[in-house]
């Protein structure tokens, strides 16, 4: 998630080294020309992100934070491969221009991408609009999520991108080893998911491009008031899997407290434009070619919250270790025993 705003002050150990970056650039990036500046983004606690300007064009740069790093975290090139595998689809995303795995260049391995120019939305009642409005542009991030699902991910070369076999299995499994690679306290909701939610998966009938992250403020809006995706951003928790785990996720939002988030519990109907839960998945249904409808969602929402409070548990770890690169990185953290408590809620509504 990368905040549109731009820091004042960069801390020391979020500097770019300007030369060595510009003469990658100039080996790699085709028609770059100097000189090269630079502002890091507010946001991106997880990826440092920055904003690189030069006369003609600017870009935007993603790279692997400093310091101890969790295991298979802040994967920036499975980022870039699937950026650079969307892109020639059509899929809304920007164009990729380099991968640098070399840690001598700038510190740490990075790429860099095409800055689409839109508008960032973070809050999910998209104050401003009238009610058609709001709800063409929740109708376009809907249509846009069923048409990376339809993607053909063998034809654009991803068929590698993620491993054979259950999606959730793998999934509950990654997210456990993270949250004890990063807990620092006991909280027993986690412990009873932990126990309880590899013994409950549910069967997986699809295998597609799953973003992971797919909400409202980790995608680009086409500029003025045009309900348009132009870009979806922060690739870094995608792979090959269940795509009803992108829209579970997605549906975090309608049973969360707005508070000035994505959430909108409360805020559905004709009188916002915001459509209702039932009224999204209808919808993606008929995007997907699911008439059959889908499984109770409760388990798929039990085990979202409890991926959520596993990351933001890795944010609660940086920040106390000193590697964290959002300013509010301690605001964040201190969510994980509400997002465990919720992700044990809707466990006992799945039948835990």
Not at 185 to 204: A, D, G
């Amino acid at each position: 998630m990368t905040d549109t705003s731009l820091q004042a002050d960069i801390t020391e150990r979020d500097r770019l080294d300007l030369d060595a970056l510009a003469a990658w650039m100039s080996a790699n990036v085709p028609d770059f020309a100097g000189p090269l500046s630079y502002a890091k983004f507010a946001g991106g606690q997880s990826n440092p992100t920055y904003k690189l300007t030069t006369p003609t064009r600017n870009y935007v740069l993603r790279r692997k934070p400093m310091g101890e790093l969790l295991p298979s975290a802040h994967a920036v090139d499975r980022e870039y491969r699937v950026i650079a595998g969307l892109h020639p689809t059509g899929f809304p995303v920007p164009r990729p221009f380099g991968l640098c795995e070399d840690d001598t260049v700038i510190g740490s391995a990075f790429y860099v991408m095409e800055m689409v120019e839109g508008r960032t939305i973070w809050d999910g009642a998209f104050p401003g609009m009238d009610a058609d409005t709001r709800r063409a542009h929740y109708h376009a991030m809907i249509d846009t999520l069923a048409q990376l699902h339809n993607v053909d991910h063998v034809a654009a070369g991803l068929e590698t991108f993620g491993r054979p076999g259950n999606y959730f299995e793998r999934q509950v499994s990654r997210w456990t080893k993270q949250y004890r690679g990063a807990e620092t306290e006991h909280m027993e909701p986690m412990e009873r998911l932990i126990e309880w939610l590899p013994r409950t998966l549910p069967p997986q009938t699809r295998t597609s491009i799953v973003h992971g992250d797919y909400r409202c403020d980790n995608m680009k809006f086409a500029p003025g008031l045009e309900p348009r995706v132009a870009a979806v951003l922060d690739w870094e928790l995608s792979t090959l899997g269940d795509p009803l785990a992108d829209l579970s996720y997605f549906l975090i939002s309608w049973v969360t407290e707005p508070e000035g988030r994505s959430g909108v519990l409360g805020l559905t109907g004709p009188e916002t434009g915001i459509p209702t839960l039932e009224e999204v998945v209808a919808r993606y249904c008929e995007k997907t070619g699911r008439p059959e409808g889908l499984p109770d969602l409760n388990w798929y929402l039990s085990f979202n919250m409890f991926r959520l409070a596993s990351i933001v548990q890795g944010i609660r770890k940086r920040f106390l270790i000193g590697t964290a690169s959002n300013a509010n990185a301690e605001a964040a953290s201190a969510r994980v025993p509400a997002l465990a408590q919720a992700a044990w809620d809707f466990a006992v509504k799945a039948g835990a």
